[in-house]
């Protein structure tokens, strides 16, 4: 649990918990599950090596209560799938995606391509008349799978 107001750490009880802010580098460790040996189950900031992005958190906290109640009534956890939560940087344009890259796709083995395609090409945009950017998608050459997409684009 992190704040930016000055003593909000220390009241929150975090480091009482054992917690550590970023800055020092000794945040909670949490693994797939996001279960977290500090505090039960962890989400958001505080989970080392976790993107940093408002739906990474979101999916998280949603899996880690569901991992919850799923341990208080004996059954397995879940683990997280990162490479299914999109993320967005809200810049000026904004940047988002969800999936692999095709550096990433190939790093991994994946046969993959990308194509790309203007916003002025593609109908949603121009009805918004937001044409502006361009979208990627990165698809899996050997079974027709999209493994990722990428946009730039305003809001």
Request: charged fraction near 25%; glycine fraction near 8%; charge should be negative.
């Amino acid at each position: 649990m992190e704040s930016h107001e000055p003593g909000a750490r220390e009241a929150s009880g975090s480091h009482a918990r054992g917690l550590q802010s970023r800055e020092t580098r000794k945040i909670c460790r949490s693994g797939d599950h996001l279960r977290s040996p500090e505090m039960g189950y962890a989400a958001g900031d505080c989970v080392a090596d976790s993107p940093q992005f408002v739906y990474t958190a979101a999916a998280e906290g949603k899996l880690a209560a569901l991992n919850a109640l799923r341990t208080i009534n004996n059954r397995e956890p879940e683990k997280i799938d990162y490479s299914v939560v999109p993320w967005v940087v809200f810049t000026t344009p904004a940047v988002a995606g969800v999936g692999v890259s095709l550096i990433d796709a190939r790093a991994k083995g994946i046969d993959a391509e990308a194509s790309s395609s203007p916003l002025n090409l593609l109908p949603g945009a121009l009805v918004q008349q937001s044409t502006q950017g361009f979208v990627t998608l990165v698809r899996d050459k050997s079974d027709d799978r999209i493994v990722g997409a990428f946009v730039l684009a305003e809001e």
